[in-house]
């Protein structure tokens, strides 16, 4: 069977983290700019290559001050590591789903990761284009890649939870 690659349609998709703030409350952020590319043989998702880029200068809480203070050094510096990157990355059966195993790297720092990956199913669009969706969840240990900025709280426990939960609506668009 041929291969088939496909790109991210960036205008239909959206990447957002969210971490507990004092304990509490959720804070919800995205990334605004990022690409991916999905491999695969025709139309089959199983076993199909995934890898993924995102610029840390693009994360939008919708605070000024808190954004600014993503992109230091205290957490993701994005001045001196410019992108976020997920290789190496398979899709793979698992019961109605798929499990997306990969290399993370933020910060410099590479580890596995795993997320789960809902297929939404292929359409063609008005213009003619096949568009693959997908919904992926997850969650990673933000202290696996070195943002380990936080502060205990008087009340006890901390401002910033450790685990981010990653949540994408992704949308592909089939190449020629």
Same mark, same amino acid.
């Given at each position: 069977?041929?291969?088939?690659?496909?790109?991210?349609?960036?205008?239909?998709?959206?990447? @957002?983290?969210?971490?507990?703030?004092?304990?509490?409350?959720?804070?919800?952020?995205?990334?605004?700019?990022?690409?991916?590319?999905?491999?695969?043989?025709?139309?089959?998702?199983?076993?199909?290559?995934?890898?993924?880029?995102?610029?840390?200068?693009?994360?939008?809480?919708?605070?000024?001050?808190? &954004?600014?203070?993503?992109?230091?050094?205290?957490?993701? &510096?994005?001045? @001196?590591?410019?992108?976020?990157?997920?290789?190496?990355?398979?899709?793979?059966?698992?019961? &109605?789903?798929?499990?997306?195993?990969?290399?993370?790297?933020?910060?410099?720092?590479?580890?596995?990761? @795993?997320?789960?990956?809902?297929?939404?199913?292929?359409?063609?669009?008005?213009?003619?284009?096949?568009?693959?969706?997908?919904?992926?969840?997850?969650?990673?240990?933000?202290? &696996?890649?070195?943002?380990?900025?936080?502060?205990?709280?008087?009340?006890?426990?901390?401002?910033?939870?450790?685990?981010?939960?990653?949540?994408?609506?992704?949308?592909?668009?089939? @190449?020629?």
């Amino acid at each position: 069977m041929a291969t088939t690659k496909w790109s991210l349609d960036p205008t239909h998709s959206e990447l @957002q983290f969210k971490v507990k703030h004092l304990m509490i409350t959720t804070v919800t952020g995205k990334l605004n700019e990022f690409t991916s590319e999905l491999v695969s043989e025709g139309d089959d998702f199983n076993h199909a290559k995934v890898s993924f880029e995102a610029k840390p200068s693009s994360i939008d809480t919708g605070n000024t001050d808190r &954004d600014n203070h993503l992109k230091s050094p205290d957490f993701f &510096d994005a001045d @001196q590591f410019p992108l976020l990157t997920f290789d190496s990355g398979v899709l793979s059966e698992d019961g &109605d789903d798929y499990a997306l195993k990969g290399n993370l790297t933020i910060k410099g720092i590479t580890k596995p990761v @795993q997320l789960t990956v809902e297929f939404g199913g292929i359409a063609t669009d008005p213009w003619g284009n096949t568009k693959a969706g997908f919904t992926l969840s997850g969650k990673i240990k933000r202290t &696996d890649f070195g943002l380990n900025w936080n502060a205990a709280l008087e009340t006890g426990g901390v401002m910033v939870s450790e685990e981010v939960r990653i949540l994408g609506e992704l949308q592909f668009v089939k @190449q020629a």
